[in-house]
């Protein structure tokens, strides 16, 4: 099993609250990536960085932001949360010279009331 | 194009039964084809994976068809098991590319 920590695994919070979702790897993977699940649905990229001070956006606009001060930690950062941010967030990682096998994190469920 | 168009949506057999997903693409600068297993609360983890060079890949009782000219992959799970049922996502990406794009994923369930 991968070594990829995601915490809280849920978070229900109210609308205008900032929060921070963490995400921390002990394998070294220089590759990290944040994905957003609705349930049942495919995954969409919103947030990869390939190594540290190295952070862009994905496919799917998303109004949260990120920061890769170390290897091992990819925090995202809501400002103020709403309910249209409702969602499942997974991170992931996957090793130097090549992204094609991810791993992922359990996930974090988080509820915007 | 970066879509991957995954199918059926939800899947239903019986234990024992042969579960096939399907998965088609546009994008032929596609090269290389993963399919995740994702169980309830946990986040995908790699199953199998094929590169267009070859036409089959087996590991255990999970096998990759890929049909290079139709542009199309599958999964097939032999001998299927209740311990099977979860998300299947297909997945595709090109080498020059940064990330994978997944499909919409099939939700499976194998009945005692």
């Known amino acids: 099993e991968a070594d990829i920590y995601q915490t809280p695994r849920y978070l229900v919070i109210g609308t205008g609250k900032k929060i921070t979702l963490e995400c921390s790897q002990t394998?070294?993977?220089?590759?990290m990536y944040w994905y957003q699940q609705d349930p049942g649905m495919e995954l969409h990229l919103i947030h990869y960085?390939?190594?540290?001070?190295?952070?862009e956006k994905g496919d799917l606009s998303s109004e949260s932001t990120v920061s890769r001060i170390r290897t091992e930690h990819f925090p995202l950062t809501l400002e103020s949360a709403r309910p249209s941010h409702t969602s499942q967030y997974l991170c992931?990682?996957?090793?130097?010279?090549?992204?094609?096998?991810?791993?992922f994190g359990p996930g974090t469920r988080l509820t915007v009331t | 194009q970066q879509q991957v168009k995954q199918s059926p949506q939800s899947l239903i057999v019986q234990k024992g039964g042969i579960p096939i997903i399907n998965c088609a693409y546009e994008?032929?600068?596609?090269?290389?084809f993963p399919w995740y297993q994702q169980f309830p609360g946990k986040g995908p983890a790699l199953l199998i994976a094929?590169?267009?060079?070859?036409s089959e890949k087996k590991e255990g009782r999970f096998t990759i068809s890929f049909n290079k000219s139709a542009k199309q992959f599958s999964l097939h799970i032999m001998d299927s098991q209740p311990g099977d049922s979860a998300t299947y996502f297909c997945?595709?990406?090109?080498?020059?590319?940064?990330?994978?794009?997944f499909g919409s994923g099939t939700q499976l369930t194998v009945l005692p």
């Open positions: 994008n032929t600068a596609f090269d290389y």
């Open positions: 992931a990682s996957s090793e130097p010279g090549t992204s094609y096998e991810q791993y």
């Open positions: 094929i590169r267009p060079d070859v």
């Open positions: 960085s390939y190594g540290v001070n190295s952070t």
């Open positions: 997945a595709a990406r090109v080498s020059s590319a940064r990330q994978l794009t």
């Open positions: 394998m070294g993977h220089d590759k």
